[in-house]
């Protein structure tokens, strides 16, 4: 009998579109969607669904066994502006979830992982421009902290224990169907809303302020195509630098301007700005580019084309 696949977090931003795109490859019955609660009840009601808590490792064991998992997708996180609101929560959820999956991997009670990093590995002493994939990495947030520990984890498993575990450092992700949980780059999806909603927005970061962001329909085709790529092509055991776009609130909001003429935008940057102004502006991801043929699709305007259509629909609906 074929495995299955389970994807922890399946409720947030990234796990939510992951498991609906992963239902309609793989069929419903093959996608085993938990979280810790039921705050998405569209996706709950979508297919199977367990409520599971992924620093439980009796009870992810246990999840495994019922359901004849092979593959896991880690989604469930403690994201960077509330990491640094609970830091010690942030360090336990993040490692602990890791390594309850890394091990798991390692008693070959699983065959393959997939665990998200992100720009937050990077700090303040990174170049910051066309960051590469090899350089200097000395996070200032506990969030990047855990992401950064996790990477060495997830090459230690790797290279000592044979581990199939694979991984992308994400940029800010866009997306319509989910709001964001507690990110530094959520702002670059609040602005669609409340342009809809509101016509104005304050956004929390400065005019200025680069970052790399990626639309949800391109992360969600990196993840799948990193996953089923061919084990000895993926050079890299800790994880991938992923680029699609970089831009600034201003730059945004002139992309919206364009849909909507009387938008307005203000500035009021709050503890978060501290955060963005250590991670890079824009990420080299020529290593992911050569070795899994990644290409992203969305640039800024095409995906802002795509938020606010997709915004009005489901308002309307
Ligand atoms: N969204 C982004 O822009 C972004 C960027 C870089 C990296 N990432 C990474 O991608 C992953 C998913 O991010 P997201 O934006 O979907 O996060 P999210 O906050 O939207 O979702 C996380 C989910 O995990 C669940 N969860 C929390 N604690 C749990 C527990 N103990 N057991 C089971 N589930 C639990 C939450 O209920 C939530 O549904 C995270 O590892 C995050 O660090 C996200």
Redesign the pocket.
């Known amino acids: 009998m074929a495995s299955k696949t389970l994807i ?8 939510s579109e992951l498991t609906r795109t992963l239902r309609s490859t793989e069929g419903v019955e093959n996608i085993i969607a ?4 039921k ?2 009840m569209t996706l709950v009601e979508s297919g199977p669904f367990e409520i ?4 439980d490792l009796e009870a992810i064991h246990s999840c495994v066994k019922r359901h004849n998992i092979g593959t896991v997708y ?6 960077s502006a509330t990491g640094e609101k609970y830091p010690k929560k942030a360090w336990d ?2 490692m602990t ?1 890791l390594f309850n999956i890394l091990n798991l991997a390692k008693e070959k009670v699983i065959k393959r992982v997939f ?6 590995v990077f700090g303040p002493t990174t170049p910051k421009d066309n960051t590469p994939q090899s350089t200097i990495m000395e996070p200032t947030t506990v ?1 990047g902290i855990t ?1 950064q520990v996790g990477e060495r984890w997830c090459e230690y498993y790797s290279e000592h224990y044979g581990v199939d575990v694979r991984s992308l450092r ?4 866009i997306s319509w169907r ?1 709001k ?4 530094t ?1 959520d702002y670059a999806v609040e602005i669609f809303h409340k342009a809809l909603e509101e016509g104005h927005y304050e956004c929390f970061l400065s005019e200025d302020t680069e970052l790399p962001m990626m639309f949800m329909d391109d992360a969600i085709k990196a993840t799948l195509s990193l996953m089923n790529a061919e084990k000895e092509s993926l050079s890299i055991k800790s994880s991938y630098n992923l680029a699609a776009i970089s831009f600034t609130p201003k730059q945004i909001a002139k992309a919206i301007q364009q849909e909507i003429p009387d938008f307005v935008i203000k500035y009021a940057p709050d503890y978060r700005q501290h955060i963005a102004d250590s991670w890079p502006n824009s990420i080299d991801d020529s290593v992911a580019r050569i070795d899994w043929q990644w290409e992203h699709d969305f640039n800024l305007k095409a995906l802002s084309i795509e938020m606010l259509q997709k915004l009005k629909k489901t308002e309307l609906t």
Do not use: E, H, R, V
């Open positions: 922890i977090g399946a409720c947030g931003q990234i796990g938990s979280d810790i609660k705050s998405n599971l808590d992924a620093k880690l989604m469930a996180a403690i994201l959820l993040n979830t665990w998200p990093s992100s720009i937050a969030y992401k994400y940029p800010g992700i989910t964001p949980g507690g990110g780059t």
